[in-house]
């Protein structure tokens, strides 16, 4: 192979490095699933399997999936996730809810909308509410635990993101 072939060659794949990363299956709970292209992987923490950046609807603000897996029987049942994710919102409004399954596994979604308190830190306290906010999750009752998707953001932002969501959830598939 001449030294021509050879950086033609190092420069395809060089160009199709960032959209095989996007395509990257991301895995915890024993489930892999595809990240959507769009999204822009962060750093995971303590408490969190990974965070993912979703991109501002036109005249809106960036919203965030986070992904939780605290282990096998850890983190609480899913009714108990369902009525803490409304309580991050004002009033804790009644979650929308739907029960579905993918690769032979349970998963329930639930959808928030209103002013979010905007928890953090240790104690998840209120950091500022944010008007106009909306909260699309999904549990997955995976075979080394539940894993928890929660997509928050500007309204706006979660409903552009709704179809990716979807595509993340149906791309579930045991490891």
Do not use: H
């Not at 809106?60 to 986070?66: D, K, L, M, T």
């Not at 899913?78 to 809810?97: S, T, Y």
């Amino acid at each position: 192979m001449s030294l021509r072939t050879t950086a033609t060659l190092a420069a395809s794949l060089l160009a199709l490095a960032p959209a095989a990363l996007a395509a990257a299956p991301a895995a915890a709970g024993g489930i892999l699933w595809t990240v959507p292209a769009r999204w822009t992987a962060g750093t995971g923490s303590s408490m969190r399997v990974a965070t993912y950046t979703i991109p501002a609807a036109k005249g809106s603000e960036p919203g965030q999936c986070a992904v939780f897996f605290f282990g096998p029987g850890q983190g609480g049942g899913i009714d108990d996730n369902v009525a803490r994710w409304a309580k991050q919102f004002e009033g804790a409004p009644a979650p929308k809810r739907a029960a579905a399954t993918v690769a032979g596994m349970r998963v329930t979604r639930a959808e928030v909308a209103g002013t979010y308190l905007a928890p953090g830190g240790p104690m998840m306290q209120s950091t500022g509410k944010k008007t106009g906010y909306r909260l699309l999750g999904a549990i997955v009752e995976a075979p080394g635990g539940n894993v928890f998707f929660k997509l928050t953001g500007p309204a706006a932002t979660v409903a552009a993101a709704q179809a990716e969501l979807d595509a993340l959830v149906a791309s579930v598939r045991r490891k």
